[in-house]
């Protein structure tokens, strides 16, 4: 009998992650996993796994670390006062979004360990926040 | 209940630091926020974060610590001693502006988690007769964010609240 195993990648973190950032926006921010990475709208996320840890091996269980790199990409075309706050109000919703709802799911020990800001003439004009994030999960 | 967020970098970072230098110069440096130069006048001032990274992370709250880097621009034609008093007579006194405003007030509670670093003649711009300088600042600020709980029914519908707050989120 074939061995009976979770997509713990797929269904246990980045699911998760991913529907409850689109179920906070009202589906208005698209999240894309992908490997071929491309401009697609005027904001939107990407999502993909860096790495995971084994914390400790118990019975029947194997609890895990996983390491993130969500990059957010917001189009802004306007350089202003206003468009600038609301780039880094968005960063802000996403970052309350993490702390408090998401840890009420299925992951705990959820820290975003830093949020990088680029802007760069090949990001055609988008501003992009490179969050990198660490979560635990028991399966 | 809708989420309460905090659009802490530019409400409780940047635009405290822009308020007390606005204050201390009076309209005679234009500053304004962007990632790149903005060419508008003799002399400028522009701040951006280049970073934030997680300090300590507490129940309900979070402590991060932002690198905010100020750009001071100076066009000038001049190519003596007075184009460079005038860079650094600038900067000092940004920089004594910032040390003399280390703590922020009860509406925006950030604290400095260093002395500002200042580096002077920067490459940063394609244009000729500029003078950059640069300050950085590590600043820190605790965020306090609402706390929700899950609670799993026998048919794994959730229920969640918040405060005591009870409502369905969906499943």
């Known amino acids: 009998m074939a061995t009976s195993f979770t997509n713990a990648w797929k269904e246990n973190v980045e699911e998760i992650i991913s529907s409850t950032i689109k179920d906070r926006f009202s589906n208005s921010l698209p999240i894309f996993r992908t490997p071929n990475f491309k401009f697609r709208g005027n904001h939107f996320m990407t999502i993909k796994g860096i790495n995971s840890s084994s914390d400790n091996s118990m019975y029947s269980a194997i609890p895990n670390k996983f390491f993130l790199q969500l990059d957010y990409y917001h189009y802004d075309n306007k350089r202003n006062d206003t468009s600038i706050k609301h780039f880094f109000s968005q960063i802000g919703r996403i970052e309350e979004i993490f702390y408090s709802i998401l840890e009420a799911r299925e992951l705990f020990n959820l820290l975003i360990t830093s949020i990088t800001f680029e802007d760069a003439e090949e990001m055609q004009g988008f501003r992009k926040a490179v969050f990198n994030i660490e979560v635990s999960n028991v399966r | ?171």
């Open chain 2, 1 to 171: 209940m809708a989420l309460s967020v905090t659009n802490i970098i530019y409400d409780k970072v940047l635009t405290p630091l822009r308020d007390v230098l606005r204050t201390e110069f009076k309209g005679a440096l234009p500053i304004y926020f962007d990632s790149t130069f903005k060419d508008i006048g003799t002399k400028a001032l522009r701040i951006f974060p280049n970073s934030q990274s997680l300090q300590d992370r507490r129940h309900g709250s979070f402590l991060n610590l932002y690198d905010i880097e100020m750009t001071y621009y100076l066009r000038t034609n001049r190519d003596d001693e007075k184009a460079l008093d005038q860079l650094y007579r600038d900067v000092t006194r940004i920089e004594t502006v910032l040390l003399d405003n280390r703590v922020g007030g009860s509406d925006s509670p950030y604290f400095y988690a260093g002395q500002p670093d200042v580096e002077h003649d920067v490459d940063e711009t394609d244009l000729s007769n500029v003078l950059i300088s640069k300050i950085n600042i590590p600043v820190l600020y605790e965020e306090i964010h609402d706390t929700y709980k899950l609670f799993s029914t026998s048919n794994n519908k959730y229920f969640v609240s918040s405060d005591g707050s009870f409502y369905i989120v969906g499943n």
